[in-house]
């Protein structure tokens, strides 16, 4: 579904140039909810602009569906961190969902059916005539998951979406991803820092290494497909998966870039 070959990322710089991405390869398959994590600054931002097509890598390839991505494929949405500076605050909510509808030229019938259901489903169809600035910062990310999913993409790709979130309501909007990608069969790449995130989100975590960044690990989450924030996070399970990733993140910290792992390899 969605393949990353041999990508490399080299920023040029007044000081040299920054490798952010070395060689960096990985695929996930349709309807696969994968996570990526790593140390700051390794360069997960810099992935997911290669993977959108909003940045051409230096070397290698992203393809999508047997197409290569060259800019901003039709079937892909993105979630980014700042919730803020997503939304337009002069467009009433169901006008933002809506924005990237008409840009697809879906008659306006459409576009309200799929603004109604997307809204519905992140539970602010009563919130459709309010502007942004009159929502909780949670609320205001529900609207750009709202007018992603009503975008109907086969990936979503979501960038440290909640880190600017309390924790219950980060909680809550970890538990609205997995019941949006369980009820629209997207495919979908999640970027955090926060390991038990990853862990408890995705069937797969790829774990980066510090910059130049490679594929250090690629681990399948062997934990019931059913989660729930008290009993999954209390799962033994649950604590092994997530001192093995900490314990690379670490490692991968303190010494660098490590040998790649096989690609797609899990354990
Ligand atoms: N436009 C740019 N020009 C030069 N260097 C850049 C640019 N954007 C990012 N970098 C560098 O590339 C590396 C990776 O940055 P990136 O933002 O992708 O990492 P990240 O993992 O998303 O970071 P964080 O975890 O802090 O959000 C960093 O060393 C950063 O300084």
Not at 121 to 126: H, I, Q, Y
Not at 213 to 237: F, K, M, S, W, Y
Request: one cysteine or more.
């Amino acid at each position: 579904m969605l393949d990353v070959t041999g990508l490399q990322k080299i920023y040029p710089g007044q000081q040299g140039e920054v490798e952010a991405l070395r060689d960096l390869t990985f695929d996930l398959g349709e309807g696969e909810l994968a996570c990526l994590v790593g140390p700051s600054g390794c360069g997960k931002t810099t992935l997911l602009k290669c993977i959108a097509g909003l940045m051409r890598p230096s070397s290698g390839s992203v393809v999508l569906a047997g197409t290569s991505v060259t800019g901003p494929p039709p079937d892909m949405a993105v979630v980014f961190q700042e919730y803020g500076r997503s939304l337009f605050p002069w467009l009433r909510v169901r006008d933002n969902v809506e924005l990237p509808l008409k840009e697809k030229k879906l008659p306006k019938q459409r576009r309200r059916e799929l603004s109604d259901e997307a809204l519905d489903a992140v539970g602010l169809l009563k919130s459709a005539d309010a502007y942004p600035w009159q929502l909780s910062g949670g609320m205001q990310q529900r609207v750009a998951i709202a007018r992603a999913i009503a975008y109907e993409p086969r990936v979503l790709l979501m960038d440290e979406p909640f880190a600017a979130v309390d924790a219950q309501t980060r909680a809550d909007l970890e538990d609205l991803i997995r019941a949006l990608w369980k009820r629209f069969s997207m495919t979908v790449l999640f970027v955090t820092h926060d390991i038990d995130e990853a862990v408890y989100l995705g069937q797969r975590v790829l774990v980066m290494s510090s910059s130049p960044t490679i594929i250090q690990d690629d681990v399948a989450i062997d934990l019931p497909d059913e989660r729930d924030q008290i009993n999954t996070r209390g799962e033994h399970r649950f604590a092994e998966l997530r001192t093995r990733i900490y314990a690379e993140i670490r490692n991968a910290s303190q010494s660098g870039a490590a040998q790649p792992q096989e690609a797609g390899k899990t354990h």
